[in-house]
């Protein structure tokens, strides 16, 4: 997929979360901040959260993979200290994490390249 069209689905997933007051929240509601949201967000998850979840290994073992919640919300914790994204506590960030992952996954979903899609 294309990386800018990532980007703008990742903003929209991002813009969806924070519409469905869910624990995340972006003041100024504006579209550049909700662009740098979703690139921070992109660059956390490919580069701090691998290596948070490396360090947690042991937890998320013990803990059948659930210790993987609370290393989402970390992550959003993280964006939420760099960008104008504002979180309403630890669960807010869990919960908004899990909403943002599945929005995510469905709009990844819908807009795959069919050149690179598998038969279903």
Do not use: C, Q
């Amino acid at each position: 997929m294309n990386l800018l069209l990532r980007w703008a689905l990742n903003a929209l997933a991002l813009w969806l979360t924070v519409e469905l007051h869910v624990g995340l929240s972006i003041v100024p509601p504006t579209l550049g901040a909700y662009l740098v949201a979703a690139l921070v967000l992109g660059l956390v998850n490919a580069v701090v959260r691998p290596v948070m979840v490396l360090l947690t290994l042991p937890l998320t073992i013990l803990s059948f993979g659930l210790f993987l919640l609370v290393v989402n919300a970390l992550a959003i914790g993280v964006v939420a200290a760099l960008t104008p994204l504002a979180v309403s506590g630890f669960w807010g960030a869990v919960l908004g994490a899990l909403v943002l992952t599945v929005i995510s996954a469905v709009l990844s979903r819908l807009f795959r390249d069919e050149r690179t899609a598998r038969p279903a």
